[in-house]
T-cell receptor, first 115, second 111 residues
């Protein structure tokens, strides 16, 4: 298995532009998580899905952020409009509810820089 | 989830055992102790987990005290590639529980 795949790996954009981050979870996993990592706040959960349905989006910073999971093999995190304070590394992770201890597998992350 | 306390940083000589402590005094009876690590510029990686018995796998050993209020992750023969931030996380082992990463311990393995 290729593991969790994220694209792009790096994104540089200007303030006000729309940014879309993409994630392909491990095949067969039914949970998908989006995390954000900054120096100030560390790793924090933004939102997670179960069977493509958003379960908890309380970590989403504000309305500029939105996430979708149209099918079991694809999810997007969109920021519109982007701001410099959104600069961070965004990680996608997936897990399988059938595993008793629910290890989460993380992708390599997308490093976003908003100028 | 119970909160955890870890030292900010630690050093270890290559080839020696690295012992990373974690305090979780408010852990509840059904919560597990998980360890993840994050090597620079990579996503976090699962290492090991346990409930109350000591656990060992190919990566590390986990020692949990009898009262479960603290634990120690042991890397028996640390290598330079083990330099990373190590996170101790206490949570219920059910699907949908997100990982609550704290600050972790930054381990530096030196030649």
């Amino acid at each position: 298995d290729a593991g969790v795949i994220q694209s792009p790996r790096h994104e540089v954009t200007e303030m006000g532009q729309e940014v879309t981050l993409r994630c392909k979870p491990i095949s067969g996993h039914d949970y998908l998580f989006w995390y954000r990592q900054t120096m100030m706040r560390g790793l924090e959960l933004l939102i997670y899905f179960n069977n493509n349905v958003p379960i908890d989006d309380s970590g989403m910073p504000e309305d500029r952020f939105s996430a979708k999971m149209p099918n079991a093999s694809f999810s997007t995190l969109k920021i519109q409009p982007s701001e410099p304070r959104d600069s961070a590394v965004y990680f996608c992770a997936s897990s399988h509810s059938g595993e008793p201890y629910n290890e989460q597998f993380f992708g390599p992350g997308t490093r976003l820089t908003v100028l | 989830d119970a909160k955890t306390t870890q030292p900010t940083s630690m050093d270890c000589a290559e080839g020696r055992a690295a012992n990373l402590p974690c305090n979780h005094s408010t852990i509840s009876g059904n919560e597990y102790v998980y360890w993840y690590r994050q090597i620079h510029s990579q996503g976090p990686q699962y290492i090991i987990h346990g409930l109350k018995n000591n656990e060992t796998n190919e990566m590390a050993s986990l020692i949990i005290t009898e009262d479960r209020k603290s634990s120690t992750l042991i890397l028996p023969h640390a290598t330079l590639r083990d330099t990373a931030v190590y996170y101790c996380i206490v949570r219920f082992p059910n699907s949908g529980y997100a990982l609550n990463f704290g600050k972790g311990t930054s381990l530096l393995v030196t030649p």
